[in-house]
C-alpha cells in the first residue's frame, strides 16, 4: 500500500536541521571541504580517528565535557570526559607499545558494554593497531573462528569469558600473544595479564605516530544474516565519513545528547555508537543493559535524550507493548529518531508519529559501506517505507545484470541491483583473506550492494530485499519486505518474516511465518484472514499463500530477521552459519 509523503515544517523546528537545501548541499559536496574541516594529526601528520573523536576536543575547552554518559545494570551513572577519555586511551596505547605489540596487529574486544571499551578502541587506533569487536553472547566456536580468522594478537575480555571460551581453545589460537583481563587486579599467567594493573603502571602521555589515513584501523565481521560472517577492512580515513554523517544525517548540534541502542558487536555500534557522536563533541549515552521497553522509555526522560538512534527490531517491540506505557514518560526533550539495519515497514514510521510525536528516519547503509549511504533527513519530508536519498557526496544507482555486464537505470521504478560508485571514504578495503570475494563485489566503477530496490522519480530509494532472499513465483519477483508490512499493517500481527518455498506449478510459493500480538489466538480463521488481507492489498500473486504462526522469529544478534534460516527449516535443510543467531548461545 501507498503511504503519502509527510511533508515538514522547518521554521516550527526548534533546532534548525544542519541540512536544508540537499539540493544545493549535494552540488556542492566536496569529500576534500570534508577532510579540511578535520584537524588531521598535529604537524600534518596523517588523519587518525582518535585525535578527531578524543584529543582534538581534549585540548581545547570541550576538555571537561562529557563524552561517554554509562548507565550500569545496576542503576549506577558515570562519566567519562573527553578529558578522561584521552587520558586513558593515551594509557592503554602506551600498554600495547610496552607490550611489543606491532602496527597493524588486532586487538579484539570480548567484553560486552562496559566503560573500559572506549579507551581501549581508542587506544588501539591510536597505537594503530586494528580493533575488532565481537559479541559478548558469541559462544565459544564462533568467538574461537573470528579470532583466528582475524589474527587476533591481543584479546581484552573478563574472567567469565576467559574462563568460558576462551581457555579451553587457546591451543587453537597460535598467534594470540596476550589475554588482558578486565577484571583482574592479579596476572594469571605469563599470557592472562591484569588490564588494571597494565593500565596503572602506563603513562597518560602519549603521540600517536604519523597515520596514513589508508591505514588499518577497524575489522567488522558482517551480520551473517546471508551466510558466514565476512571481515570487512576500514582505515582511518572512514572518519569523513563518520563525521559529515554525524552532521547531516543525525543532525547533531554541540548541546546535544544521544543514545545509539547498539551494541559494538556490529558496526552500528562502533561507527554510531562510539565515533560519531564523539566527532561533534555531544554527549553520548551508553547503557549496559539489554532492550525492556520501560527501561528504554525511562532513559529517554530521564537522560534528556534528544537525538536516538535505534533499530527497527527494537521498534516492532516497542510497537507491541501498550501505548498507555510511552505515556506514562515525559519524552519532550526527544527531536529525532533514526533507524537503521532493516527495512523499517511504513507502519513503524506511521507508529513514532502517533506514540511519540516524531517521525522514524530510516537509513540504509552496511558493514561494507562503513557509514550511512541513503538516508531521512531532519529537514526532508518522509516517504514512509522508503530508505530515503543518498548522501551528499555519495552516487547511488540501480543496476541490472544483462549478459554479465552491469547496466545503470536512468528510467525510475525499475527494480535492480543497488549500486554505489566506489571511492567514498568509508568504503570497505578488503574481506580479510578473501580477495577473490572482495574483487567480486564490484563492477568497473560500482560497488555492488547485494541488495534489491527502485527509485523513485524523486531520486527516492526503496529496498525490496537482499538479492539472496527474493521470491520468485509466478514470472513475479517478490521483495519479502513488501508482503511482511502488509502483513503488519493488519491488527493482529506483530512482525512477520516471509520467504519463498519451492513448489512445481509457480517456482516458490509465498509462505508468511508471523508473530501474533498479544491476545491474539492463532486459528485457522485468523489465518485464512491474513491470507484474504493480504491479497486485498498485493494481489493473489504477491500475497502469501501459507501461513505458520511462530513465537518468535529467528534473528541475528544485531536484530535482523534470518530468512535464510525460517526457509532452511521450512525444507529440513542444513540451516548453515548460526554464529550470530541470537539465543543460540550464552555468555
Ligand atoms: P551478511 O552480509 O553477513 O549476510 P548483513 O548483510 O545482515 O550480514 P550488515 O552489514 O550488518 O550484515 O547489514 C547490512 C544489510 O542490512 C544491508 O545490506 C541490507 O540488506 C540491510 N539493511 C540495513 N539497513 C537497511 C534499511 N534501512 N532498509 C533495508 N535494509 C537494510
Ligand atoms: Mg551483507
Not at 558466514?228 to 576500514?234: D, E, I, R, Y
Request: include cysteine; hydrophobic fraction near 40%; proline fraction near 6%.
Amino acid at each position: 500500500m501507498f503511504f503519502q509523503p509527510i511533508k515538514k515544517n522547518i521554521k516550527s523546528m526548534a533546532v534548525q536541521p544542519n541540512l536544508t537545501d540537499y539540493t544545493t548541499i549535494r552540488a556542492e559536496f566536496s569529500w576534500e571541504a570534508v577532510r579540511r574541516e578535520l584537524s588531521g594529526l598535529p604537524g600534518g601528520q596523517g588523519l587518525n580517528i582518535a585525535y578527531e573523536a578524543v584529543d582534538r576536543h581534549a585540548e581545547g575547552p570541550g576538555q571537561n565535557r562529557i563524552a561517554i554518559r554509562f548507565l550500569g545494570k545496576d542503576g549506577g551513572v558515570s562519566d567519562l570526559s573527553y578529558g578522561d577519555l584521552r587520558d586513558r586511551s593515551n594509557r592503554f596505547a602506551n600498554l600495547l607499545r610496552s607490550l611489543k605489540v606491532d602496527k597493524g596487529d588486532r586487538v579484539f574486544w570480548l567484553a560486552g558494554r562496559i566503560p573500559d571499551l572506549y579507551p581501549i578502541f581508542f587506544g588501539t587506533l591510536k597505537n594503530l593497531n586494528v580493533f575488532c569487536p565481537l559479541f559478548a553472547a558469541f559462544g565459544p566456536e564462533p568467538v574461537q573462528q573470528r579470532l583466528e580468522r582475524g589474527n587476533a594478537r591481543i584479546l581484552v575480555t573478563n574472567r567469565k569469558q576467559y574462563t568460558k571460551k576462551i581457555a579451553p581453545l587457546l591451543n587453537r589460537l597460535p598467534e594470540l600473544r596476550y589475554i588482558l583481563l578486565v577484571d583482574s587486579t592479579e596476572d594469571i599467567n605469563e599470557q592472562v595479564l591484569s588490564l588494571p594493573r597494565l593500565m596503572a603502571e602506563a603513562a597518560d602521555m602519549f603521540t600517536i605516530p604519523p597515520t596514513d589515513p589508508e591505514d588499518m584501523a577497524i575489522l567488522h565481521f558482517t551480520s551473517g544474516t546471508t551466510g558466514l560472517p565476512k571481515g570487512a577492512v576500514h582505515v582511518h580515513n572512514a572518519v569523513q565519513t563518520h563525521f559529515i554523517t554525524g552532521r547531516y544525517v543525525l543532525d547533531l548540534h554541540q548541546d546535544d545528547i544521544y543514545w545509539c541502542t547498539a551494541d559494538p558487536g556490529w558496526v552500528t555500534g562502533t561507527s554510531y555508537g562510539i565515533i560519531a557522536p564523539l566527532l561533534h563533541g555531544v554527549i553520548s549515552i551508553v547503557d549496559e543493559a539489554d532492550f525492556e521497553p520501560e527501561r528504554w522509555y525511562r532513559i529517554l526522560q530521564e537522560q534528556k535524550v534528544t537525538v536516538w538512534y535505534t533499530a527497527p527490531t527494537a521498534i516492532r517491540m516497542l510497537m507491541r507493548v501498550p501505548e498507555e506505557l510511552p505515556g506514562k514518560f515525559d519524552l519532550s526533550s526527544l527531536r529525532l529518531v533514526h533507524s537503521v539495519g532493516e527495512p523499517l515497514n511504513p507502519e513503524a514510521v506511521l507508529w513514532g508519529q502517533k506514540v511519540l510525536g516524531l517521525l522514524i528516519h530510516d537509513n540504509w547503509w552496511q558493514t561494507e559501506t562503513g557509514g550511512i549511504m541513503i538516508a531521512n533527513y531532519a529537514a526532508l519530508e518522509v516517504r514512509p517505507g522508503s530508505m530515503g536519498l543518498p548522501l551528499p557526496g555519495i552516487e547511488a544507482a540501480i543496476l541490472t545484470h544483462l549478459d554479465a555486464e552491469s547496466v545503470r537505470v536512468e528510467e525510475s521504478d525499475v527494480e535492480g541491483e543497488l549500486a554505489l560508485r566506489r571511492g567514498w571514504p568509508s568504503m570497505f578495503r578488503a574481506y580479510l583473506h578473501d580477495e577473490e570475494r572482495y574483487q567480486k563485489c564490484f563492477a568497473g566503477e560500482w560497488y555492488l550492494t547485494g541488495d534489491l530496490a527502485r527509485r523513485d522519480a524523486d531520486g527516492y530509494y526503496w529496498f525490496i530485499g537482499r538479492a539472496d532472499d527474493i521470491i520468485k513465483t509466478a514470472g513475479h519477483m517478490v521483495g519479502p519486505f513488501e508482503v511482511e508490512s502488509c502483513l503488519m499493517e493488519h491488527p493482529a500481527v506483530a512482525e512477520a518474516g516471509v520467504i519463498g518455498k519451492p513448489e512445481s506449478t509457480i517456482g516458490e510459493l509465498v509462505k508468511a511465518f508471523v508473530v501474533l500480538k498479544a491476545g491474539y489466538k492463532a486459528t485457522d480463521e485468523l489465518s485464512h484472514e491474513l491470507i484474504g488481507f493480504g491479497r486485498g492489498r498485493l494481489g493473489s500473486a504477491v500475497a502469501p499463500k501459507e501461513i505458520d504462526f511462530v513465537d518468535n522469529l529467528p534473528k541475528t544478534r544485531s536484530g535482523k530477521i534470518m530468512r535464510r534460516l525460517l526457509k532452511a527449516r521450512e525444507l529440513n535443510l542444513p540451516v548453515g552459519d548460526t554464529s550470530t543467531l541470537e539465543g543460540s548461545t550464552t555468555s
